[in-house]
Each structure stands twice: as structure tokens, then as C-alpha cells.
């Protein structure tokens, strides 16, 4: 007897704009079976894009957000005791393989190093999945497709992915789309009309100029769309950037200002 | 002298204790004046005070003697009037004094201790360029991203790589609305250089005003232009900018009457330098001069012109070459004639639609930022420049004295303990042995130099301390152990499955909570080098101290070596603190003596700090360097692009033995080199010296955690 996690099917499209070609990529990469590694910063639309290719693919998609207490048994399945038996049941990344789904793990940087080396076989032109437990080799069906996405901007030295890890990967670079676009994504996600859309747009440019200027990151897409829900809800455009912007980005009192002065600037 | 930290309710120093110190501390002095009256002022303070006091005068003293002089005599006066940060800020403005106007002009200000408070309480309208600066840089960069300099001027004017702004402004009626001021006149100014104030691909300011400008009516013509242009700009910033536009606004006032007849042409955001120019003549004949408007700015052609010129030379080789590059590895090389055809120049506004055959462009991140400050400067990317350049060495930076060969070798006196190569890339080799090394101690300072900083800096190392213990303090549960305080339930659960199969349960059936194992070796490599003479020497042993309490609570392992040189024949590194010394007084004084000594011969001072560092028994190995600037030796060619490029391989060499490194640097100045020459390494630039000894133990909890 086993138990499987059940499979979520993304029924209704999900909003994505295009920005490129990475469509047309990941459905070649689909069709050859090829896993693939997303590359970006925070908020930029990696997760919204799996989400999006899933259901364009008409595949169940299963997320894993991985952290450092991951374990492999987290994975790939663990016994449980059942009355008085025990019954196994199968992790995501089992359960997507056995269902030829789409498994996403999500800032697989996070995992612990011991943890990612169970993808590898799976990653490259066996793409079997060893259950040690059972003894079972898991063969993974042509439609399972494996997607990992991690974020290059984070500082830490600890957190990095190895090369044997990420040679296996067809690997897509995401960034803030343009001006006009996420104008566009903004003004549709937040619910606010094209011109607060534009001035929030202008606002997330001038917070990345300021990346390794006295912030790690700019704004990201997701704050910014953030910040036109709030506005949306009837919250005044400055106090709206100010929680969802500016205050998210640091903590930093002197950066705090200078970044009031930008929302000030745009409103 | 105290060796031990004096907590905040230590007593008072007394007289002849505060004499021995003050003698100390202002000992270079040569006015030969008694410090005996003076201690006497000291005693009625507190102990805190007194510290303080002291600190200043020796960080005073060591810029100028006779400013730790004047601060030591009027702190009695001082403190009933100003708190600690007024204090500091009182020190801080007279320091600032003393670097931009001299001695004179420091002593004037310290006198004025009232006019000091009064400016401070919001008595007198008085806004200062020092309190600003900072918050106004980055607003500036934020707006812009071409980074450009804040820097005190006579008057309020760009050359376009600078903005110059009056070190105060009391015009307007209370120091909010002159602060405000500052902030419109930057933007204005900002504004002329990112909108085409000195003319385009299209305009030639210098050949419009060619006419004007060798008459008397000179000041009257560039007056005319730069209020024209705030007319202008003002429109094109409120229309990208509304919330900026609207405080523009209120600082100028209605329009003066001579202005307002030319809104209907010049208040458009779609007017240019053009219109300007065609309305400038018309304005200039009726002899009358141009209205003055509140937040009026200087504007000079000349010298923003010549500027200009350089920046787009540099930057269009920049992109010339970055092209070449790309139609190299694009193997269509030697086709220029139908480069210039298919790239297509990028929109008005916008370089980051360089196309090429209608594909985006992907151009290296230098070129790109050169690409983007071209149309800011022209409107466009030139065409001539989209054609690819001679093949030639990729060259980010602009080349300064390479080649030139000025002093001799200087032999040391000893032969070197280590010799290191060094990379030459002009001939994509490495010199061998090239470097001589020398190592030693930092002969011991002041041992009570640390409790000072620490008793300065109590609230906030506490902070340090309480944020890495929580840092240290994740504890672990370790699953699958013999034995642990509780039953590893994944554990048994096998373990009974095990046995039904038949197979031999595995005993270890506990989970036990454990320290985490952090594993790390920290190398901190700081510059002593000529240039950090003052206060960036004095916010890198302050930062020395801070990072040693953040570590000590954390327990990695870590060495704080300092580094300096004078050709390639004397290159100095000093020990601080080795991997296996602890935190002792003779580190403590040690950390006290750093100094500024010669020069920065950055690439063989990682050579061999990498490899101090990878004897170190850890997982991970992180080299942090600590430097004011770009790499520079005497006389020879390190200075420019040859030690650029010797860091860059230096630090590339460490990536790949697997040191991870991280480059902290305080220079606001060079963000357009840095990217290219940490190559392999990640990096910070700080544009405020004095934040570094409060950031540097978040960077290291960034870094690390």
C-alpha cells in the first residue's frame, strides 16, 4: 500500500507576459527533455512562469520551496506507521516523477548540499529517481519535467550552486522586464490605471539604480504590483509606496530617507 | 592611562591624569602652549565627555594639531550647550571646515559655538551641505544612475560629473526650506546634465554661443540660458517626476513675468536645448538682464563642455570596442560597413534598446552603463561608434600614465620572505617573481585606543554582540543519533519497518540538539596604504574593533592582516592578527597602531593572503579585502589599467583555489571599475566612510550567514 500526495492541476491561465523567447524555450526544453534552471532576482516572475508553462503544458505542477532543513526523506518519501503497519509515502519529487509532473524547486540554493545531489540522476539522460527505502528506481515518464530557480544577487558565500549541479541544467536568465511591460504586468496585477502603473514603473527603476549603492536588491515586480494593490484598495499613492516599497527593501534609517525622497519624487 | 574599558558610571579623570593624556594626544603639536589649562576645563565633565573629548582631539589632532587644540578648550564651553551628537557634529563640521577652506576657516567655526547652536536649534535659517550630502548623493544616483558627485562649490554648477553645491544656504526663510533648496538646485542641475542642457548630436551649445560669449554680455547670456533651461527642465521633471516637479514649483514661486511670456513654447516636456537656444537671442536683445529665480543655478559651458568631451571619447570606445567584441564572437567580423546598417540606434531615451537587426543587443554591463551615459549626453549612440573598433584588449577604464616609468627599484634591506608573480596583461603572462614581500608585525600602539572605541560605541556593539550570539545560538537538531534528550520518530518508524522486513534495525534512534558547525576561515586584508591618511584610517580601526567583538561572539576562525607597498621590490604586509592569536591586549594594540603608509599593490597581497588562508582547516574560506580605491604604486605602471587588471587575476586565482572573496570599498567615485576588476569576487562600495565601522559587522552576518 501506498500514499500519494495528491496533484494539482492549474486549471485557469495564469497572468504571464512574455518578455523573450523563454517560452519557446522551455517548450523545446520540455519536448527534449531537458531540465532547466531559472536564474533572477526576487519578484521578477519565475514562479508565475512555471505556473504559467504548467498549465500551457497541461501538466500537474508540483513547488517545493526549499530551506535548509530539507532533507532528502523530504524529497523523495518516508515511512509512516499506519494502525499497526508501516506505509510509505512518496515526497513531492517522487510523486511528480510517478505522475510525469512538472516539479518545481524553488531557490534550490536554500537546500542543504546532501539534499540537491538526489536530483542528479534525474537531471541528466537517465532521469531515474532511486527510492533507496524501497529499493526502487523510479523512471521518470517523458512528460515529468524538473525546473530549479535560484536568486545569483544573494551575498552569502555558504549559499552557491555547485558546478555538478549546475551543468545539468538548461539555465534562462530573468530580469525586471522593460519599462513599458511591466507597466503593463503592473497595471493588470494592481489593479490601477496605466499612469500610477508608469510612475510606480519609474520608482522600481529609480530603487535599482541604487543596487550596491546602499541596497541589495531594487524593487522588485512583485512590490511594485504590491504597492497598486494598495493603491487599488484606496490607500494615498505615497503612504501605499512607502509600506510596500520602500520600507520592504532595508532597514536602514539614512536609505530609508532617500528612498522617501524617490517616492516623493514619483508622487 | 586606563587599560581596562571604563564602564559608563567610571569617575572622572582628574587634572594631571587628563594633562598626561591630553599631551599624548596633541604631543605633535608645536605651539608649545601648556595643556594644563585646558585639563583643568576637562575635569567638571563626565567621564563619557571627558573620552570623548579626548577622541576627537586625537582624530583632530591628527589632521591638523591646532583643531584638537581648539577642541579641547572649548568643550566646557560646548557641552551645557550641545549633546553628544551635537558634539560630534560641532567636531565634524569644524573637520569638514578645515578640508574645504582650511585652517582659518575651522578655527572661525569652532569659535562660533553659538552660531554653531543656533544653526543646530533652527535658530538661525541655516542649511549645511555636510548634513545633506550624503542622503542627497544617493537620491541623485537613484535618479540618474550614471553615478555623479556632490561636492561643495562657490556656487551651484555642474561640469556634468559633478554637482556643485555652496557649502550653506540661508536665503530662504527656515532651514527646512533651505535643505529643500539644496535638494531643488541638485536636481536642476542633475537635470542638465541627464536632459541635454549641453547640447546633443543635434545641437552644439558651444558653437550656439560662440556669438555670446567673447562679448561683455557674457554673464547676461549665460544667465538667460540657465534660467531658460530651468524653465525647461522643469517641465520635462515634473512629467516624469510629478511629486519632484510639484516641490520645484514651490520653491520657485509664480514665474516672473519676463518668463511667463515664453511658458507656452519652453514649459513643454517635449522641448529641447533647441528651443532654448531659439528663444535665447530674443530674450538677450532688449538688454534687459534675466529675472533671478530662488533656486537659480550657475551654468559653464566650458568647463562642462570639456568634461563632456572626455566622458563621451571614453564612453564611445567603451561601446566600440564591446561591439567589436560581440561581432567577433559573433564571427561576422570585418563587416563594418554593414555593422553601421543593421545596428539600429537605440530610441531617444532609452540604450537599453541597442538593437541589432532588430534583436536586442546584449552588450557587457560597462558598455552598457557607457552606452546609457552616451544618450544621456548626445540623445543617441553615435552611429560612428556602433561600427566595431580595432580589435584591441577590452578597456573598461581610461587608461592614466600607463607605461610611464618613474623611480627606481628600491632594494630592501633584507632579502624578501616571499616572492610572488605577478600578471602582466599586456603580455598575457606573468611576471615571475616579480614581487618581493616582506611581512612583520604593526609595532604595538596604544592599548587603550580599543576600550575607547568600545565605550564610544557601547549601545551599538551590544546590539553586534546580542545579533551574532542569536546568529551562533541556531541550534540544530541532529537526527539519528545513539543516543540524544528525545526519540527520533523518522528513526523508529524505519527501524520497525526494518525489522518486519527482516532486516537489522539500526540503533541509532535519537535526536540530540547541537551547536551549529560553522566552519569558516575569515581573512581581513585592509589597505594601509597612503590615501587613508585620516579618517578612512580612522573608521578602519574603529571597524577593527567592531568586527573583532562581532567575531568573538561567533567564535570562526579569523586573521586581520594590513597591507602596503612602495614598488615592486618592497611590498609590505603586516600582521594584526593571526588565525591562531586570540583577542588579546597585544592585538588590541596592534589594532591601534595601523596606519597610513605608502602605496597599494593590491594583487600580490591577496596572492599571499590566499595563501595563508588556505592552510586554514575550514569548509569555507572567505577573504574579505578592505580598500579606498583603485590599486596604485609609485612610479611604475600599477597605477591604471596593469593593476586593475593584476587585481582582477589575483582574485580570480583565489576563486579558483576556493576562497571565496568579498571587496568592501570606500569610493564613490570609482563604481565604474570596480565591476569589472572584483571579476570574481562581490563587492560593496561604500559612499560614506564614517558608516563603515557600523555596517562592516552586518556585512560580515551577510556575508556569512
Partial sequence: ?267 | MISSPPSSNARRLFGEELETRLDEVLFASHSHRSATDIALGLEALTRSQQERVLHWAAVAAGTYAEIGYQIAAFAPKAFPLLDDAGFDAWVLAGLDAYDRHGGRAAMDLLRDLEGFCAGRDGLRPLARLSEIEARLTRFIHGLSGRPLALAAGAAAWTDTETIYLPTEQESQPEAGANRRLYKVQAVILWAQTRFGSFGSTAVDLGQALAHWLDTEDQGRCLRWLSALESVRLEARIAFELPGLGAEIAAVRGPWPAALAALLPRLYQPQATLADTLALLPLCLLDGKDAPRLPHAVAIDPAAALRVRALRIERDMKTVSRAISALEASAGSAGRPEQAEQRMAAPAADDASQLALEGEALALPPEARKAALSLVQDLGEVPPECLVPADPGPWQPTHLDSAGKRGGEDLVGHREADHRYDEWDYRRRAYRKNWCHLFESDVAPGDPAYVSGVKLRHAGLIKQIRKRFEMLRGEDRMLGRQPDGEEVDLDAVVDAIADRRGGLEPSPRLFSRRVRNQRSLAAMFMIDMSGSTKGWVNEAERESLVMLCEAIESLGDAYAIYGFSGWTRTRSDIYRIKRFEEAYDDAVRARIAAVEAKDYTRMGVAIRHLTRLLLREPARHRLLVTLSDGRPDDFGDEYRGHYGIEDTRRALQEAHEQGVKSYCITIDRHGADYLAHMYGAARFTVLDDVKKLPLKIADIYRRLSS
Avoid at chain 1, 510517478?98 to 539522460?125: F, M, N, Q, W
Avoid at chain 1, 530557480?149 to 558565500?157: A, F, K, L, R
Avoid at chain 1, 551543468?167 to 530580469?175: H, K, P
Avoid at chain 1, 543596487?211 to 503612504?239: C, F, M, N, Y
Fill in chain 1, 1 to 267: 500500500m501506498s500514499l500519494s500526495p495528491e496533484l494539482s492541476r492549474i486549471t485557469e491561465e495564469p497572468y504571464y507576459q512574455p518578455t523573450g523567447d523563454e517560452v519557446a524555450l522551455f517548450e523545446a526544453s520540455y519536448a527534449r527533455r531537458l531540465p532547466v534552471l531559472l536564474k533572477g532576482p526576487t519578484g521578477c516572475g519565475k514562479t508565475r512562469f512555471v505556473e504559467y508553462m504548467a498549465w500551457r503544458l497541461a501538466r500537474p505542477l508540483v513547488t517545493v520551496a526549499c530551506h535548509d532543513d530539507l532533507t532528502t526523506a523530504d524529497l523523495v518519501g518516508r515511512y509512516l506507521i499506519v494502525g499497526n503497519e508501516t506505509v510509505w509515502v512518496d515526497g513531492p519529487l517522487t510523486a511528480a516523477v510517478r505522475a510525469g509532473a512538472i516539479c518545481y524547486l524553488d531557490e534550490i540554493v536554500e537546500a542543504r548540499k546532501d539534499t540537491i545531489v538526489v536530483i542528479h540522476p534525474l537531471a541528466d539522460s537517465r532521469r531515474v529517481l532511486a527510492v533507496d527505502k524501497r529499493g526502487e528506481m523510479v523512471i521518470a515518464p517523458d512528460s515529468f519535467m524538473l525546473v530549479v530557480s535560484y536568486n545569483p544577487g544573494y551575498q552569502s558565500v555558504l549559499k552557491e550552486i555547485k558546478p555538478s549541479t549546475r551543468q545539468r541544467f538548461v539555465a534562462f536568465d530573468f530580469d525586471y522586464p522593460e519599462a513599458a511591460v511591466e507597466a503593463g504586468i503592473v497595471s493588470r496585477e494592481g489593479g490601477v490605471d496605466a499612469e500610477t502603473a508608469r510612475r510606480l514603473v519609474k520608482l522600481g527603476e529609480l530603487t535599482r539604480n541604487l543596487k550596491g549603492a546602499g541596497l541589495d536588491e531594487g524593487a522588485s515586480t512583485r512590490l511594485l504590483v504590491h504597492a497598486a494593490q494598495l493603491i487599488a484598495a484606496g490607500i494615498a499613492p505615497q503612504a501605499a509606496c512607502i509600506a510596500a516599497v520602500a520600507r520592504a527593501l532595508c532597514d536602514d534609517a539614512d536609505m530609508n530617507g532617500t528612498l522617501d525622497d524617490l517616492v516623493a519624487a514619483v508622487f
